[in-house]
T-cell receptor, first 111, second 115 residues
Framework: EDQVTQSPEALRLQEGESSSLNCSYTVSGLRGLFWYRQDPGKGPEFLFTLYSAGEEKEKERLKATLTKKESFLHITAPKPEDSATYLCAAEGDNAGNMLTFGGGTRLMVKP | GAVVSQHPSRVICKSGTSVKIECRSLDFQATTMFWYRQFPKKSLMLMATSNEGSKATYEQGVEKDKFLINHASLTLSTLTVTSAHPEDSSFYIC???????????FGPGTRLTVL
């Protein structure tokens, strides 16, 4: 059974304090590892897809990396507007586009 | 990125009535769409997989007669909550798969409140 675990569940940062969010996964034949941002009362917003170990993608203050067992979302010099829940999801090769989601990390960035 | 819309964004209904939620992919065709339910401060729970032109596939524990799914075209899937009860109150989110890129994009969600 595919499993995705995110840590920490919640993270409080001061503005400018860089940190990383972790996503550990166990899937049969990873087809893709996805990161989403979700604001309260809204649907998830697509951020990145990673396909193979060693791959990295960046967007503004966010950088996602992937190994064979986990993915990290690095946040450099965060701003209060980066506060949101970040969701990680994995698709296995038997999933037929179905994603297995982690529990999410609630990030709060204080000015 | 690709855009997925949902309508309505909020709905309040009386117990026993049925509510239909629409999910549209606006700038791409989606053979596959998914319906999720999300409880406060929880992650998304997959309810069903909607495939264009065929019957939906429901996850274990999800009543197919209560949550009717229709995927009549490559850009539209609907979820009908039949005979809604207060326990059906939740945040319902759809997603659509942009097949060439194998990426899943989410709608903004529909907040259902059953009185």
């Amino acid at each position: 059974e595919d499993q995705v675990t995110q840590s920490p569940e919640a993270l409080r940062l001061q503005e400018g304090e860089s940190s990383s969010l972790n996503c550990s996964y166990t899937v049969s034949g990873l087809r893709g590892l996805f990161w989403y941002r979700q604001d309260p009362g809204k649907g998830p917003e697509f951020l990145f897809t990673l396909y193979s170990a060693g791959e990295e993608k960046e967007k503004e203050r966010l950088k996602a990396t992937l190994t064979k067992k986990e993915s990290f979302l690095h946040i450099t010099a965060p701003k209060p507007e980066d506060s949101a829940t970040y969701l990680c999801a994995a698709e296995g090769d038997n999933a037929g586009n179905m994603l297995t989601f982690g529990g999410g990390t609630r990030l709060m960035v204080k000015p | 990125g690709a855009v997925v819309s949902q309508h309505p964004s909020r709905v309040i209904c009386k117990s026993g009535t049925s509510v239909k939620i629409e999910c549209r992919s606006l700038d791409f065709q989606a053979t596959t769409m998914f319906w999720y339910r999300q409880f406060p401060k929880k992650s998304l729970m997959l309810m069903a997989t909607s495939n264009e032109g065929s019957k939906a596939t429901y996850e274990q524990g999800v009543e197919k007669d209560k949550f009717l799914i229709n995927h009549a075209s490559l850009t539209l899937s609907t979820l009908t909550v039949t005979s809604a009860h207060p326990e059906d109150s939740s945040f319902y989110i759809c997603s659509a798969v942009d097949s060439p890129y194998n990426e899943q994009f989410f709608g903004p969600g529909t907040r259902l409140t059953v009185l």
